[in-house]
T-cell receptor, first 115, second 113 residues
Framework: GAVVSQHPSWVICKSGTSVKIECRSL??????MFWYRQFPKQSLMLMAT?????????EQGVEKDKFLINHASLTLSTLTVTSAHPEDSSFYIC???????????FGPGTRLTVT | AQSVTQPDIHITVSEGASLELRCNYS??????LFWYVQSPGQGLQLLLK??????LVQGIKGFEAEFKRSQSSFNLRKPSVHWSDAAEYFC???????????FGKGTHLIIQP
């Protein structure tokens, strides 16, 4: 149980375009979803927290107009990187929490490369 | 500010030997603490967690961790490592149940034959 999927697993896009990443909780209802960013050989940094039906809360230094997060249902959250630039290239990982549990379950991540 | 520190970037251990990965935290109150493992090309897997109660926590794959308030530590241990344990290990913490996680920088575990 507690499986989280992400789609796509990797994506290459051109500078200036937008790309959407989906995060789904497959077997539980995720009241809260989190988005993290991981640079190569580095740790995960929390970008934002989203609760179903509410606006996302962004961490300091994360541009909310660039990283659009939508959590429209209890099983789906999306992260849209708008007007992507090469410096946005990274590994984006989502996690989900729900069912009264404190722990988060992580998706496998999405590798974004902006050319 | 809340933080989680993993002092060791790399650890090399011989197969069959014991392992201890260090983690220190800085929180005003007792945080929720976690250890995750990340293998190449795979997502983060939860090894164990501590919220309250018994300070020695048992996890999956033979791992355990001990919460020591006096030392602000939550070190991960395994009595005998296997080659398949080679991976990146992250300690993480948060203040409250609904919060996002603060991760340490990770410890890269190398297993020598």
């Amino acid at each position: 149980g507690a499986v989280v999927s992400q789609h796509p697993s990797w994506v290459i896009c051109k500078s200036g375009t937008s790309v959407k990443i989906e995060c789904r909780s497959l077997d539980f209802q995720a009241t809260t979803m989190f988005w993290y960013r991981q640079f190569p050989k580095q740790s995960l940094m929390l970008m934002a927290t989203s609760n179903e039906g509410s606006k996302a809360t962004y961490e300091q230094g994360v541009e909310k107009d660039k990283f659009l997060i939508n959590h429209a249902s209890l099983t789906l959250s999306t992260l849209t990187v708008t007007s992507a630039h090469p410096e946005d290239s990274s590994f984006y990982i989502c996690s989900a929490r729900g069912g009264g549990r404190y722990e988060q379950y992580f998706g496998p991540g999405t590798r974004l490369t902006v050319t | 500010a809340q933080s989680v520190t993993q002092p060791d970037i790399h650890i090399t251990v011989s197969e069959g030997a014991s392992l201890e990965l260090r983690c220190n935290y800085s929180y005003g109150a007792t945080p929720y603490l976690f250890w995750y493992v990340q293998s190449p090309g795979q997502g983060l897997q939860l090894l164990l967690k501590y919220f309250s109660g018994d300070t020695l926590v048992q996890g999956i794959k033979g791992f355990e961790a001990e919460f020591k308030r006096s030392q602000s530590s939550f070190n991960l241990r395994k009595p005998s490592v296997h080659w398949s344990d080679a991976a990146e290990y992250f300690c993480a913490g948060k203040r409250g149940g609904a919060d996002g996680l603060t991760f340490g920088k990770g410890t890269h575990l190398i297993i020598q034959p």
